[in-house]
């Protein structure tokens, strides 16, 4: 392997670390956003990745991740949603609540 190719992976690498990265923290201030909006408490105030697939979008081929969360309602239990980025855009977003639309 060329150290031209091992440049390039690496650099690969640490774009899709950095892209993961942020597209967790925009996940997670989603999620806290919402939480409080819907008076729910966001528990451990942190998403999960779950799935990771590729989606063709109007700009191109796009990452798209399913995080999952937990959450509270009325500090009693603990519930599970969850949110869909495709990029860095919201696709989905659901607490699992029948209330929800």
């Known amino acids: 392997m060329s150290a031209v190719t ?3 992976l690496l650099a ?3 774009w899709f ?3 993961s990265a942020r597209a967790r923290e925009i996940a997670t ?3 806290d ?3 409080k909006q819907r008076d729910v408490q966001f528990l ?3 998403v ?3 799935k990771i697939g590729l989606r063709w979008t109007r700009n191109g081929i796009r990452f798209r991740r399913v995080f999952r969360f937990d959450f509270s309602e009325e500090g009693a239990g603990r519930r599970s949603g969850h949110i869909v980025l495709v990029g860095i855009q919201m696709e989905e977003f659901s607490l699992g ?5």
């Not at 609540?97 to 639309?101: D, F, K, M, R, T």
């Open 6 to 8: 091992t440049l390039l």
């Open 12 to 14: 690969a690498i640490i």
């Open 17 to 19: 670390w950095l892209d």
């Open 29 to 31: 201030g989603i999620c």
């Open 33 to 35: 956003a919402a939480c």
């Open 44 to 46: 451990d105030q942190t």
């Open 48 to 50: 999960a990745l779950r």
């Open 97 to 101: 609540l029948a209330s929800e639309e």
